[in-house]
């Protein structure tokens, strides 16, 4: 049996799988108020040509608009990857009082790996964080995500070499 923290994560992960679909990197999310999913996004940088089309800020715009207000107070977001610091920012910026995390982002994260700007003193809010859940399954998606993406541009340039090689014969 599912707790709730993996339930709503498992709607995160299909979040992300709508990314994948799209050849986005494979981050998605969902927000919560009251035991009910009022908001989801999923990565589209790409998709849109927009730096700020990040999952977490996509689910932030369509939950104000739900709610009617900015402020997210009373609301929960389980997001696939730990956010980056312009989503921590909007994350503290909405008032949103938790954050559940799947996978931690050694590379870029600011919600513990490189810095933790939701638990940082001096700011107005906190955001709390929860770690970890479905934290293989969210990195396992990812990490495949790299891979096919590393093999595909191996190939990409061994198939442009053959075509100059071809050319110059």
């Known amino acids: 049996m599912l707790t709730d923290q993996e339930r709503y994560m498992k709607e995160a992960i299909r979040q992300a799988k709508k990314a994948r679909a799209l050849e986005e990197v494979p981050i998605g999310c969902v ?14 940088r790409n998709t849109d040509k927009n730096t700020l089309s990040h999952a977490e800020l996509n689910a932030i ?7 009617g207000d900015w402020r997210l107070e009373g609301c929960t977001m389980y997001v696939t990857l730990e ?5 921590a920012g ?10 559940v995390i799947g996978s931690m982002n050694p590379k870029a994260g600011c919600a513990g790996s490189v810095l ?7 700011f107005n809010h906190k955001v709390e964080v929860i770690r970890g859940v479905l934290q293989e399954e969210c990195s396992i998606m ?8 590393r093999e595909k541009k191996k ?3 061994k198939s442009l070499a053959e075509q100059v090689g071809k050319s110059e014969n």
Request: proline letters at 2%.
């Open 90 to 99: 909007a994350l503290m910026q909405s008032r949103i009082d938790r954050v």
């Open 61 to 67: 715009k369509k939950a104000s608009k739900k709610l």
């Open 142 to 149: 990812l990490s495949d995500f790299f891979r096919e993406l």
């Open 83 to 87: 956010p980056c610091q312009m989503c």
């Open 116 to 122: 933790n700007l939701l638990e940082m003193d001096g």
């Open 31 to 44: 927000i919560v108020c009251n035991g009910q999913i009022i908001a989801r996004g999923y990565n589209r």
């Open 155 to 157: 190939m990409l340039k």
